[in-house]
């Protein structure tokens, strides 16, 4: 059964916010549905078995709501501290080094993939959306108003402006497509959204007791992988009983310790929001920069070296034709297993592994090769040898000889394919 190939049209409009988790497309691999029950917990709720809830939750069409989300995403990554404006080309997140708006959703946004950030959130229908992340001393929030959509950072006085909504979303939604395995998740019931919708028979899934958030009822439904080998121990979501709105999405890694991913709402309201919540007008003196005019920059710096004969529509099997098309690139991408323990392989260009400051090419930054050995582990095996670098939830091995075996999973288990591989 397939719940989420039914899904309505209302809960489709439903409000999507970003936070982080790029992470969650490669750990929800495929998922099984297995009937169990709820045990009596706390608060006392009637019992329900995790299909019935997967259920709930699809069926969910929430259309108002307002509330507050705290989100925390550690993978166990070191500081880069000052190094990480010296990894692009401008250190104001534009491809050319000139200035652009540091109120940009798309570049602004990006910073909520690591650590704990407070986030306050607003919705009325599929028109009026908003968005505000909270800091100690400033907040920048999305503000989505029928055909305007505007953003504002309260930090430097900067404002975003974009007159056509519908053009704003559908580039926002490209862009996710384009940076994240299966698209960047929201609120808790997007992370939720993202590991329910496939189903498989190398997890495991049951509703766990009960629980409160927010200050609301809700199940505890389970998520874990059967097989070994993966770095993922569970992902549990906090479905609010009433409405079947994930309140919690919280991943655990295998080895224990802090969750990896832990997003959830502290407050929530599913009444309808004051008209004024979406209503913005740049504070004086603030510069506006508009949508458009980034668009017109991007595009007059793009490089000029592309191919001429670039497919308009990218397939499905990107990697690998893209790769051709550039001459060069991922190529000859596979995937070794299958569910929660899948590996990917691919070749790196020009079939070598990663350059260091001593090799020829000795064109690495000290500050990167500092982070790379940072985070990397000598290995061998049958395949050679070659680096490990790891998460505390995905890692990847980048062979001497130029290939990449990665996924959510263990170190071994990245050796053990590689060996396999000759």
């Known amino acids: 059964m397939a719940p989420y190939e039914s899904e309505s049209a209302g809960r489709r409009k439903a409000t999507r916010y970003v936070v982080p988790v790029a992470v969650v497309g490669v750990a929800a691999a495929t998922i099984g549905l297995v009937p169990a029950l709820a045990d009596s917990g706390n608060p006392d709720l009637p019992k329900i078995s995790a299909q019935q809830l997967i259920e709930k939750i699809a069926k969910s069409d929430v259309q108002q709501m307002s509330g507050t989300v705290k989100t925390s995403t550690d993978l166990g990554l070191p500081s880069l501290g000052g190094m990480a404006g010296g990894f692009t080309p401008g250190a104001d997140g534009s491809s050319d080094g000139k200035a652009g708006s540091s109120a940009d959703p798309q570049s602004k946004l990006t910073e909520l993939a690591t650590g704990t950030h407070t986030l306050r959130i607003a919705a009325d229908g599929a028109d009026r959306h908003k968005l505000s992340v909270l800091d100690s001393a400033a907040e920048y929030s999305v503000i989505h108003n029928g055909d305007e959509v505007w953003a504002y950072d309260s930090a430097s006085n900067e404002a975003y402006h974009a007159k056509d909504?519908?053009?704003?979303?559908?580039?926002?939604?490209?862009?996710?497509?384009?940076?994240?395995?299966?698209?960047?998740?929201?609120?808790p019931k997007e992370l939720a959204d993202e590991v329910l919708k496939a189903s498989g028979k190398t997890t495991s899934i049951s509703v766990e007791g009960t629980s409160q958030v927010a200050g609301r009822d809700?199940?505890?439904?389970?998520?874990?992988?059967?097989?070994?080998?993966?770095?993922?121990?569970?992902?549990t979501i906090s479905v609010d009983a009433k409405t079947g709105v994930p309140l919690k999405f919280t991943l655990t890694p295998a080895g224990g310790g802090k969750a990896v991913v832990d997003a959830g709402f502290t407050k929530v309201d599913f009444s309808k929001p004051a008209a004024s919540t979406f209503d913005f007008t740049p504070p004086k003196g603030a510069k506006v920069t508009e949508g458009d005019d980034l668009k017109a920059r991007d595009k007059s710096h793009a490089p000029k070296d592309m191919p001429k004969d670039m497919p308009k529509d990218m397939p499905k099997d990107m990697p690998k034709e893209l790769g051709d098309a550039q001459g060069g690139g991922m190529k000859d991408l596979k995937v070794i297993g299958e569910g929660w323990t899948s590996i990917a392989e691919l070749k790196l260009p020009g079939g070598q592994g990663l350059p260091t400051g001593?090799?020829?090419?000795?064109?690495?930054p000290p500050e990167a090769q500092k982070f790379m050995d940072a985070l990397g582990d000598h290995v061998t095996g049958k395949f050679g040898s070659g680096t490990v670098f790891s998460t505390r939830l995905v890692n990847a091995l980048v062979t001497d000889d130029g290939k990449v075996y990665a996924g959510a999973v263990t170190k071994d288990a990245l050796v053990k394919a590689a060996n396999a591989a000759q």
């Open 358 to 364: 001593g090799s020829a090419s000795g064109d690495v």
């Open 165 to 187: 909504a519908a053009g704003a979303g559908d580039r926002a939604a490209k862009h996710r497509k384009s940076e994240t395995p299966k698209g960047v998740p929201a609120t």
């Open 218 to 235: 809700a199940y505890k439904l389970l998520v874990k992988p059967k097989q070994a080998g993966s770095t993922v121990g569970g992902i």
